[in-house]
């Protein structure tokens, strides 16, 4: 329902948490000066215990990207993602518009922003990436804290080798 949606601010949105892991807290205090879209990375300011960090989103992200911060400069706002009353959207207020698009693709649970980070850290660990170059990204304070997703993948394992496990001899 989102990638067809008509409101691009949402979608672009939404990609930004898919994309990049960031938190919900950390996603309405980005302002525009914080996106470097050269180098593909967004300057967490004040993240999770008043750290900052650099977090990169795709490439192939960049067009879009681009084009939802030209439209927020042309409307003179300073955060990336501002209501019609310039204004940066709350965390309450991005957990909704997730919620209305879970509703409108029929989903029976609600996605969240956390959700979507969870997704994002658990499909790295699955791609094989070493916790040493996922945990500065993430924003955890160390290696220790990025076991949740090994145990997710393991959870999902666990779901897999039950049923093939039947078929051994």
């Known amino acids: 329902a989102v990638w067809t ?7 672009v949105m939404i990609k930004v948490l898919m994309y990049t892991g ?21 300057r967490i300011n004040n993240g999770k ?8 989103f795709p490439q192939f992200f960049r067009e879009t990207f681009a084009m939802h911060i ?11 993602f501002e209501s019609s009353w310039k204004r940066p959207y709350s965390e309450r207020g991005i957990r909704k518009i997730l919620m209305q698009y879970t509703k409108a693709a029929g989903m029976s649970r609600s996605i969240s922003p956390h959700k979507l980070r969870h997704f994002l850290f ?22 220790q804290s990025l076991e949740i997703y090994s145990q ?11 049923k ?4 051994f001899p």
């Open 152 to 162: 997710l993948s393991i959870a999902e394992a666990q779901k897999e080798y039950d």
């Open 164 to 167: 093939v496990i039947k078929t």
């Open 70 to 80: 030209a439209l927020m400069k042309k409307q003179e706002v300073s955060h990336l």
């Open 49 to 56: 215990g008043s750290k900052d960090r650099v977090v990169p």
């Open 5 to 11: 949606s008509q409101n691009m601010q949402n979608m």
């Open 122 to 143: 658990t499909w790295m660990k699955k791609q094989g990436i070493d916790d040493a170059l996922i945990q500065p990204y993430s924003g955890h304070e160390s290696r």
């Open 22 to 42: 960031v938190r919900v807290g950390e996603l309405v205090k980005i302002k525009l000066e914080d996106v470097d879209l050269n180098s593909c990375h967004i």
